[in-house]
């Protein structure tokens, strides 16, 4: 879907291996569009893994799992990118605190958050895959 050898997609794939904030929309059971940020880590291929609380955007998941991410674009109407997916908890992937590429990524901020790897894994406990199905943006 992510095709590096055109310009647009190595624009993508450097956000979604640079940025560290993506903003995921889920939609409440009311069918209410909620955006978040969240920070996220590309697997390289289809798909996006991200660590949640479990509350309202679990909720909103299993009530509807289509989700879009957004990254900001350049502030003047380009780079702009809008990947659509199926997210699912995904049981088996590791915790926030054993994920060793999410850790490399967060560490920094995790520790700017006045937490530990181990106080962040047991509050964002629930790991979510997110499978990328569209991906539109100039």
Known sequence: MIDEGTEFGARVARHLREEV??????????????????????????????YSQPKARIRNL????????????????GDIVVLSGT?????????????PA?????DEHIARLGMTPDTFAREYSVPVRIRLTNLQGH
């Open 21 to 50: 904030v993506v903003w995921m929309t889920t939609v409440t059971p009311a069918a209410a569009p909620v955006p978040r940020p969240v920070w996220f880590i590309w697997d390289g291929g289809e798909s996006v893994v991200m």
């Open 102 to 106: 999410y850790l490399a990524k967060y």
């Open 62 to 77: 299993e009530s509807n799992p289509r989700v879009t991410l957004n990254f900001d674009g350049d502030g003047d109407g």
């Open 87 to 99: 997210a699912t908890v995904d049981a088996d992937l590791p915790g926030a605190g054993d994920d």
